[in-house]
């Protein structure tokens, strides 16, 4: 234990990260005298941290910084908590306009705050919601815009199969109480308030339509994203060839952005302060141009929109920068733990989304790696093409760091990702980013188009190698999504490598590779239905066979990814061998089971026999007898999405509801 000395704060973050992930996996939410308790009792292992041998104080240390997690964990799913809509509302909506994005869809998406429904009391009353515009937009929403439209809202809705995505939980965390969609226009209804709050919103807005003035089409929209952080003026066409061709960070504000920002203005700094004699003798102009782009940071934090990728990256570069103000080491594992630890504090919640993980991810894989590099003195190439030799290095390694993440959350991997990102990364850094920030200079002159055009050049030249890869034979992979357990596994295993001292580390190895053969081991449900009764999934020889060609796309899309299967939804109904069923069923028997689906109140009203050994399914209630198992609307609103799997000769019955427990994301809050 004495060997870790110097390594202990690198795993503050570790153990922040098992107390959350404890927190989260819970089927049950802890009471607040638990919280309080694993509060006092972290306090006191630190307390008592202080007077123990040397080496049990770092595993009391530890204990007490997962009971932290744990606290900050459940702290903040309390502070967040507000209405949630508990029934399918149909009427008017009334609220202020606070975010804009677009949809799977491709539509444009309102999120409002301070809302009315109507007959809706209001400590009933979400205290955000979102819409779906589909219809003939009258208005277009502007930030701060009270507007009012008649429209669907249901409760967020729960995974789309046990041991899936929550979308619950994230929504909770979003504060929002509602989503939904509209057809009818959205109308104005009061004028655009002028707080502060949303100051900084319409000015992000007036950005992204200027820029997307000068620069239409997806190149304005990716202009638009990388400055100002809203992207619903991106195709989604484009990006899906972002996607494929893993480039689709590229859109994200976050580290590669960030950095790339501050280290352009701190160099720029520099050199204009030491062009200037006595600046450069007697000034500190290395500290001086680490404030003005710590500052040129902050500003770009505010005017992205301040998401939680955003925050990550401004912390890193924050942490870089202050360690450049205290001349020390800039770059390190441990600027990466403070960061990390900053991160959890704020927003433990984080810990759960790709982004925090695979950001992470590429800073660590890349700061381990570099570091390695230098303390061996280790130089790949002649001296005049380090430049561009580090590019590579960079790319491979953070795509190799991201690569499990990305696969187990998105199913899917880029098999030209790194050709890709080599032909796209660079041009971000030497072009891109430098006119974004020219341009920011120049808009008080009214010249910012001719460098927002320079900046289109680079944007085009990515987008041009994205649709290119995309386009290429095999350009993803899909693989199967892993048991819930595999990427914690996998993260520990290489975390431990990474930070432990001594030959013990190469045991993590051996943690990663099982992690990876348990992913390859991972069994599929055999059968899957919807939470509203509306699609059922039946596993067969040639993939996931879907009893519907349309309808619940969110859902069949999210299966056929979670199979690692690349087929659309009506390409895996064409799987569906229907058998005799009554009129409006249909009916398909595999795998040992004999399944029978319908949808609406006609089909329900003349169900098929229940005779032993058969499922019925059906989105609306069924009034039916004997030995079947019924899964209709009145069931699946208690169970959520169901799971069917083989065990050995039996089969087993797996409930969303069983998984996610009983939280305070998956019913009512306390009022």
Same mark, same amino acid.
């Given at each position: 234990m004495l060997r870790q000395r110097g390594a202990l704060v690198l795993w503050v973050p570790v153990c922040l990260g098992v107390g959350i992930g404890l927190y989260f996996s819970l089927r049950f939410e802890p009471p607040g005298a638990a919280l309080w308790s694993c509060g006092g009792a972290a306090v006191l292992l630190l307390a008592l941290a202080w007077r123990m041998p040397e080496w049990s104080a770092p595993c009391a240390t530890g204990l007490a910084f997962v009971l932290i997690g744990v606290v900050l964990a459940g702290a903040r799913a309390h502070s967040v908590a507000g209405p949630v809509l508990s029934f399918r509302y149909y009427g008017p909506i009334e609220g202020r306009v606070v975010a804009l994005d677009r949809s799977a869809s491709d539509a444009v998406r309102v999120t409002l705050d301070r809302v009315r429904l109507d007959d809706v009391v209001p400590w009933r009353t979400p205290t955000r919601v979102r819409l779906s515009l589909h219809g003939a937009e009258a208005l277009a929403p502007q930030p701060g815009q009270r507007v009012m439209t008649t429209g669907h809202l249901s409760p967020p809705g729960g995974p789309v199969e046990p041991g899936g995505f929550d979308f619950q939980r994230h929504a909770w965390f979003a504060r929002l109480g509602g989503v939904g969609y509209t057809r009818v226009p959205m109308m104005l209804a009061a004028p655009p308030e002028r707080g502060w709050d949303l100051a900084v919103f319409r000015v992000r807005m007036a950005l992204s339509a200027h820029v997307r003035s000068v620069l239409p089409g997806d190149v304005g929209g990716f202009a638009a994203a990388v400055t100002t952080g809203d992207r619903s003026?991106?195709?989604?066409?484009?990006?899906?060839?972002?996607?494929?061709? &893993? !480039?689709?960070?590229?859109?994200?504000?976050?580290?590669?952005?960030?950095?790339?920002?501050?280290?352009?203005?701190?160099?720029?700094?520099?050199?204009?302060?030491?062009?200037?004699?006595?600046?450069?003798?007697?000034?500190?102009?290395?500290?001086?141009?680490?404030?003005?782009?710590?500052?040129?940071? %902050?500003? *770009?934090?505010?005017?992205?929109?301040?998401?939680? /990728?955003?925050?990550?990256?401004?912390?890193?570069?924050?942490?870089?920068? !202050?360690?450049?103000?205290l001349s020390r080491r800039a770059i390190s594992l441990r600027a990466v733990a403070i960061a990390a630890i900053i991160v959890l504090i704020l927003r433990p919640e984080a810990l759960l989304s790709p982004g925090f993980q695979m950001s992470f991810a590429a800073t660590t894989g890349l700061v381990a790696v570099f570091g390695w590099m230098r303390d061996h003195?280790?130089?790949?190439?002649?001296?005049?093409?380090?430049?561009?030799?580090?590019?590579?290095?960079?790319? %491979?390694? +953070?795509?190799?760091?991201? /690569?499990?993440?990305? +696969?187990?959350?998105?199913?899917?991997?880029?098999? *030209?990702?790194?050709?890709?990102?080599?032909?796209?990364?660079?041009?971000?850094?030497?072009?891109?980013?430098? +006119?974004?920030?020219?341009?920011?200079?120049?808009?008080?002159?009214?010249?910012?188009?001719?460098?927002?055009?320079?900046?289109?050049?680079?944007?085009? @030249?990515?987008?041009?190698?994205?649709? @290119?890869?995309?386009?290429?034979?095999? =350009?993803? #992979?899909?693989?199967?999504?892993?048991?819930?357990?595999?990427?914690?596994?996998?993260?520990?295993?290489?975390?431990?490598?990474?930070?432990?001292?001594? #030959?013990?580390?190469?045991?993590?190895?051996?943690?990663?590779?099982?992690?990876?053969?348990?992913?390859?081991?991972?069994?599929?449900?055999?059968?899957?239905? =919807?939470?509203?009764?509306?699609?059922?999934?039946?596993?067969? $020889?040639?993939?996931?066979?879907?009893?519907?060609a349309r309808g619940a796309g969110f859902v069949a899309r999210n299966w056929l990814? &979670?199979?690692?299967?690349?087929? %659309?939804?009506?390409?895996?109904?064409?799987?569906? #061998?229907?058998?005799?069923?009554?009129?409006?069923?249909?009916?398909?028997?595999?795998?040992?089971?004999?399944?029978?689906?319908?949808?609406?109140?006609?089909?329900?009203? %003349?169900?098929?026999?229940?005779? /032993?050994?058969?499922?019925?399914?059906?989105?609306?209630?069924?009034?039916?007898?004997?030995?079947?198992?019924?899964?209709? /609307?009145?069931?699946?609103?208690?169970?959520?999405?169901?799971?069917?799997?083989?065990?050995?000769? $039996?089969?087993?019955?797996?409930?969303?509801?069983?998984?996610?427990? $009983? #939280?305070?994301?998956?019913?009512?809050?306390?009022?």
């Open positions: 003026g991106i195709s989604r066409a484009a990006l899906e060839d972002l996607r494929a061709s &893993n !480039t689709a960070h590229l859109l994200a504000i976050s580290g590669l952005h960030m950095g790339l920002l501050s280290a352009f203005v701190f160099g720029l700094l520099r050199a204009a302060l030491v062009l200037i004699p006595h600046t450069a003798l007697h000034w500190p102009t290395r500290s001086i141009a680490a404030i003005g782009a710590l500052t040129v940071a %902050a500003i *770009y934090l505010a005017l992205s929109g301040g998401n939680v /990728a955003t925050e990550r990256a401004f912390i890193m570069v924050a942490v870089a920068l !202050t360690a450049l103000l003195q280790i130089k790949v190439g002649p001296g005049w093409a380090q430049g561009a030799i580090a590019v590579v290095i960079s790319s %491979a390694v +953070a795509g190799l760091a991201t /690569a499990p993440v990305g +696969a187990a959350h998105f199913n899917a991997m880029a098999s *030209y990702g790194l050709i890709a990102n080599l032909a796209s990364v660079p041009l971000m850094g030497i072009l891109v980013i430098p +006119a974004a920030v020219i341009a920011a200079l120049l808009a008080p002159l009214g010249l910012d188009p001719l460098a927002l055009e320079v900046m289109g050049w680079g944007l085009r @030249w990515i987008l041009a190698v994205a649709a @290119w890869t995309a386009d290429l034979p095999g =350009a993803q #992979r899909f693989v199967p999504g892993p048991q819930p357990f595999v990427l914690p596994l996998l993260a520990f295993g290489i975390l431990f490598t990474l930070l432990w001292q001594g #030959r013990l580390r190469f045991a993590g190895l051996g943690l990663a590779a099982l992690s990876l053969g348990l992913w390859q081991m991972a069994e599929r449900p055999v059968l899957l239905i =919807a939470d509203t009764g509306g699609l059922v999934g039946v596993l067969t $020889e040639e993939g996931r066979a879907l009893s519907r990814e &979670n199979d690692g299967d690349g087929a %659309a939804q009506d390409g895996a109904a064409e799987r569906w #061998r229907a058998v005799d069923a009554p009129a409006r069923w249909t009916g398909m028997a595999a795998k040992d089971l004999d399944v029978m689906h319908a949808t609406g109140k006609r089909a329900a009203a %003349a169900p098929p026999d229940c005779s /032993a050994g058969r499922i019925l399914v059906s989105n609306a209630d069924l009034d039916v007898r004997g030995p079947c198992l019924v899964f209709d /609307a009145e069931r699946l609103r208690q169970t959520g999405a169901v799971a069917v799997l083989h065990k050995g000769a $039996e089969m087993q019955i797996v409930t969303a509801r069983a998984v996610t427990g $009983e #939280r305070l994301w998956t019913g009512r809050p306390p009022q």
